[in-house]
């Protein structure tokens, strides 16, 4: 009986997406608003990194139409990449998200610069020049640095998990903030699924953000998928959610994944649950609430937001997992995200939950890493 329970949920998990839950979808007041303050604040970070540079170099230049371009090219190269993607759409919003990890890294470095100048005397002009090079070498190391895909391992001690002496341990692989779009394509899908199969993991799970909205997004962009050698359980992250998710759940109608919202199914002696993403209060707490979660049992949750931690624990979750914060991708946003979350990037235990947020499996954005990795993060969980 139990071979034939574990076979059917098996079966379950591969089979093809049919149902269209119903969710929540961005309003064109919401894109209007984000992109508007966006906006505003990359023309005002832009005038205030040239002003300072043109000022310590000494260099005359329009800068404030330089900042008004520099401002709004990434919502312009989204704009047309989205509508008419061609090469010149891919390079000229590849180039508008390289500035805006570079903008971030010359606005550090200028507001230290002011900072260190109210008490030091520093040289105008060497310190121009320092802060560019600076930025150019950590701007390529960052670059370079997005490219490569790291396996992180975790060994997790499951009390719960009962297991049988040929099998001591289960094996499995989170997924998270893949953000397939106009530079993270379907070789880069395909390089993540092969290193995926070459860890030999029982089941995978995708913990949202696996789109990305910057490019018309095609079903055949996720074929890759359907060579995972194994079940693969998917919620949907923030990003799915600026798609709008019917649009998404039919995209991968073709694959193999198993969407999981507000669900809960039992595999291989594990109750694994899902929460898609919602903006609504209390909603992991309010969809857990409505499942018969057997706390005897072990357990793992899929949340693509690593909040609402409390009601995890209260339910006695035995593992939580979450991505959605890439460890902040590119310094100095490491720093801002640790004080934005709670538990921001890797493996804390709160009572008897262990909550894992991974760094992320691809890049939002500037394709550049400073300060975090990608990653594909492999569980062991010992019985």
Not at 69 to 83: D, I, N, Q, V
Request: proline share 4%; with cysteine; hydrophobic share 45%.
């Amino acid at each position: 009986m139990i071979a034939i329970r574990k076979m059917a949920i098996q079966k379950t998990a591969m089979e093809k997406i049919t149902r269209k839950p119903e969710k929540e979808s961005v309003s064109i007041i919401f894109y209007a608003m984000f992109i508007s303050v966006f906006s505003v604040v990359m023309i005002l970070a832009n005038y205030y990194i040239l002003h300072r540079i043109a000022s310590l170099l000494a260099i005359g230049a329009p800068l404030f139409y330089i900042a008004l371009a520099l401002g709004f090219s990434l919502p312009l190269s989204l704009f047309f990449e989205k509508r008419a993607p061609n090469i010149i759409t891919w390079i000229f919003y590849t180039a508008s998200s390289i500035w805006l990890g570079l903008t971030a890294m010359l606005f550090f470095f200028v507001v230290s610069f002011d900072i260190a100048n109210l008490f030091l005397s520093m040289p105008a002009y060497e310190s121009g020049l320092a802060i560019i090079i600076l930025t150019i070498i950590l701007g390529t190391y960052s670059i370079v640095n997005a490219q490569f895909i790291t396996i992180k391992k975790v060994n997790i001690p499951f009390g719960k998990l009962k297991t049988k002496k040929a099998k001591k341990a289960r094996r499995f692989v989170q997924l998270s903030d893949i953000h397939m779009g106009t530079i993270r394509n379907l070789s880069f899908l395909m390089r993540i699924v092969n290193k995926t199969n070459e860890l030999k993991p029982d089941f995978v799970v995708i913990t949202g953000d696996l789109v990305d909205g910057s490019a018309p997004l095609r079903g055949h962009m996720f074929d890759a998928l359907n060579k995972i050698s194994c079940p693969v359980f998917y919620v949907t992250g923030n990003h799915e959610f600026y798609e709008g998710f019917s649009y998404v759940y039919d995209l991968l109608k073709s694959t193999k994944l198993r969407i999981l919202d507000g669900e809960m199914i039992e595999y291989d002696g594990i109750q694994i649950i899902g929460c898609g993403y919602s903006m609504a209060k209390n909603h992991l707490k309010n969809a857990l609430e409505k499942l018969k979660i057997d706390d005897t049992k072990p357990s793992i949750l899929l949340y693509h937001v690593p909040t609402e931690i409390n009601a995890a624990v209260a339910k006695k979750i035995s593992l939580m997992l979450s991505g959605h914060t890439h460890n902040g991708q590119i310094f100095p946003f490491n720093i801002l995200v640790k004080l934005a979350f709670r538990h921001a990037y890797g493996l804390r235990k709160y009572d008897d939950t262990n909550v894992y947020v991974s760094c992320g499996t691809g890049t939002w954005g500037p394709p550049m890493r400073l300060g975090s990795r990608n990653e594909i993060t492999v569980f062991e969980l010992q019985g």
